[in-house]
C-alpha cells in the first residue's frame, strides 16, 4: 500500500513539473510564454492605424491640403518591464498607413543621414548631369512617435500583464498634435506550475 502511494504521489509531482505555464489572454491567437509577441504586434497595430484613418482631425488635414500628408517616424520608447523591440511596431505602422492612399513617409534619423553622405558622395563623384541637386528635400508635415507600456500584478501562482501601447502624429512646425491613439486590448493572465522541486 506504501508504495502504491508513493507511486501516486511521484506521478502527480512529475506531471505536475512537467506541465509549464498556461497562458490565458482575451484574443484567441496562441501565446506560448505569456509575453509580448508578434500576434500582439497585429492586433494593437491594426486598430491603431484604423483610429488613425478615421480621425476627424486626419480626413481634415487631408481635405486641406489635397496632397498626400508628409510623415516621418520619429521614436517609439519601450517604457514596459521586459524587451520589446518597438521599432516592429513603429515599422508596421508605417508601411500600412504608407499604403492607406493618404499618407507619404519621408527619411528620418540614421536613414536620412546616410541619404545625405550618398548625395555628398554622389556630388562630388558622379557626372554633372546625373549627380542630385543639394537642398531639395521633402520636409515632413509630421512626425509619428508612441511609446509601450505594462502593468504587472502577482498573486501567488498567477501573473496577469496588461499593455498600453500609444501612438502621435504631432505637427513638426506648430508642435501641435493632430491624432493621438491608445490600445489597451492586449491582457494576458499566465498560470505556473504550483509544484516544484
Given at each position: 500500500m506504501k508504495k502504491f502511494l508513493f507511486l501516486i504521489g511521484a506521478a502527480f509531482c512529475i506531471s505536475a513539473c512537467a506541465s509549464g505555464p498556461k497562458v490565458s489572454r482575451e484574443s484567441s491567437q496562441e501565446d506560448l510564454s505569456g509575453y509580448w509577441n508578434n500576434n500582439d504586434v497585429k492586433i494593437v497595430c491594426n486598430d491603431l492605424i484604423d483610429q488613425?484613418?478615421?480621425s476627424r482631425n486626419i480626413i481634415a488635414a487631408y481635405a486641406k491640403e489635397q496632397r498626400l500628408l508628409r510623415v516621418m517616424v520619429g521614436t517609439f520608447r519601450n517604457e514596459s518591464d521586459e524587451h520589446i523591440n518597438t521599432s516592429i511596431i513603429s515599422s508596421t505602422m508605417e508601411?500600412?498607413?504608407d499604403n492607406s492612399g493618404i499618407f507619404r513617409f519621408v527619411e528620418g534619423g540614421e536613414a536620412r543621414e546616410q541619404l545625405r553622405a550618398e548625395r555628398q558622395d554622389q556630388l562630388y563623384n558622379s557626372s554633372e548631369a546625373t549627380a542630385p541637386e543639394l537642398g531639395m528635400e521633402t520636409a515632413a508635415d509630421y512626425i509619428l512617435t508612441?511609446?509601450?507600456k505594462s502593468s504587472v500584478d502577482r498573486a501567488g501562482n498567477r501573473t496577469s500583464r496588461s499593455y498600453m501601447v500609444r501612438a502621435e502624429l504631432t505637427d513638426?512646425?506648430?508642435?501641435?498634435r493632430v491624432w493621438s491613439g491608445m490600445n489597451t486590448d492586449i491582457n494576458k493572465t499566465v498560470v505556473n506550475p504550483s509544484a516544484k522541486w
Open positions: 488613425c484613418l478615421n508601411i500600412t498607413l508612441g511609446s509601450v513638426i512646425e506648430t508642435n501641435e
